[in-house]
């Protein structure tokens, strides 16, 4: 078996039940129900919940264990009771019944809970990062950031579009960029810039006979935030094409646009 997990938290169903299986990840919550213990536990890609009672040969180490410790369990899953099925989840039809119990990681008392919908104040959800990013809202919006840039990527290239990169920093000119340098260890005194004009890399694309290209491209700021733009960096979908006309443009454009809000528009 794997070192770490046979399953994810989110793939076990009643067609496993019987079956011994590992899982890791995060303690989501416990709770003691009269010496039973009940552990939600968490990856990535779900929950499973896991139990422990008196006849486990690891009880006393489950009583130990806490909201966010990193563990891995080895059980043996069982179906739960038709009136205690849980629908909110894939895994809400079982249960595993823990054998053997490996800490990876303890945790102490945290600054941010994970669990729950609480709010905390931005310098605290900054300091702690690693915790804020672990909550099911920063979990899906990180998800939903990469789904998006997928589904550009997958629509741009459905259109015949390649996707180039061109440089982000270069050598830096008098009229370059003033906020964004980069000192060069192998040249002191001399520094790498954003580039004054972005459009000539774009451009010697175009004359070099490259009849069309995207890039999701970083971008830098150094001004005021916007409603559309944040006031340091963002990334906005950059394309070029060859021998066009407006309407070119807009019947390209058209289709990513409208296909983005259908997939994800959530109306």
């Known amino acids: ?65 806490r909201s966010e410790w990193c563990i891995r369990i080895d059980g043996e899953v069982k179906a739960r009771d038709a009136d ?32 729950g919908d609480q709010e905390y104040p931005e310098e605290t959800r900054l300091r702690y990062r690693y915790l804020d990013l672990r909550r099911e809202k920063m979990q899906d919006n990180m998800v939903l950031r990469s789904d998006v840039v997928s589904s550009i990527r997958k629509r741009m290239w459905e259109q015949n579009f390649k996707e180039f ?13 003033r906020d964004f340098l980069v000192p060069s260890r192998l040249h002191p005194g001399k520094f790498y810039a954003l580039p004054q004009a972005p459009q000539q890399f774009k451009q010697l694309l175009m004359v070099s006979g490259f009849d069309k290209y995207f890039q999701i491209a970083p971008c830098f700021r150094d001004e ?36 983005i809000f259908e997939e994800f528009g959530g109306g």
Not at 87 to 103: A, L
């Open 1 to 65: 078996m794997h070192a770490y997990r046979s399953h994810t938290c989110a793939d076990l169903s009643k067609e496993n039940v019987g079956d011994k299986v590992r899982l890791s990840g995060w303690v989501h919550r416990v709770r003691d129900h009269g010496g039973i213990l009940f552990i939600d536990l968490r990856d990535h890609y779900g929950m499973t919940q896991v139990l422990c009672d008196p006849d486990s040969p690891v009880f006393a180490e489950v009583e130990k264990v």
């Open 84 to 115: 205690l099925v849980n629908t909110k989840i894939p895994t809400g039809e079982i249960e595993v019944f823990v054998r053997d119990i490996e800490v990876l990681g303890p945790a102490k008392e945290l600054p941010l809970q994970v669990f």
């Open 224 to 259: 005021d935030p916007r409603a559309d733009r944040s006031p340091t960096d963002f990334y906005q979908l950059d394309l070029e094409m060859s021998f066009v006309e407006q309407q070119d443009v807009f019947d390209t454009i058209q289709p990513v646009l409208t296909g």
């Open 165 to 177: 990169q061109t440089p982000i920093i270069t050598a830096s000119s008098p009229e370059g960029a």
